[in-house]
């Protein structure tokens, strides 16, 4: 079941593979064709930037796909990695 936690780990997938990477969230977002405030609150596990409130990042399958394929890594391994 995604709850809370699976986003917040997923967010901590995502930011360590950006950080591998050496990329900004800036250039994260522009190559996978999603807004630097998406990889804000994915990173942050957050489905929205108010803190009150906001339930766990929801992101859609386009969304982890553009991720993926940036990040050099498959869905599949995103989503596993966050279900741990």
């Known amino acids: 079941m995604w709850d809370e936690a699976s986003a917040k780990r997923l967010g901590s997938v995502v930011y360590a ?3 591998e990477r050496g ?3 800036e250039t994260l977002a522009h ?3 999603i807004t630097k405030n998406q990889v804000q609150l994915i990173e942050a596990g ?3 930037g108010r803190k009150e409130g906001a339930g766990p990042s929801n ?3 386009a969304t982890l796909t553009g ?4 990040l050099g890594v498959s869905v599949a391994e995103l989503v596993a ?3 741990l």
Do not use: D, I, N, Y
């Open 46 to 48: 957050r489905s929205t």
């Open 59 to 61: 992101p859609r399958m």
């Open 31 to 33: 190559q996978a064709g």
């Open 67 to 70: 991720l993926a394929e940036v």
């Open 17 to 19: 593979a950006r950080k």
């Open 81 to 83: 990695a966050a279900e």
């Open 23 to 25: 990329l900004s969230q």
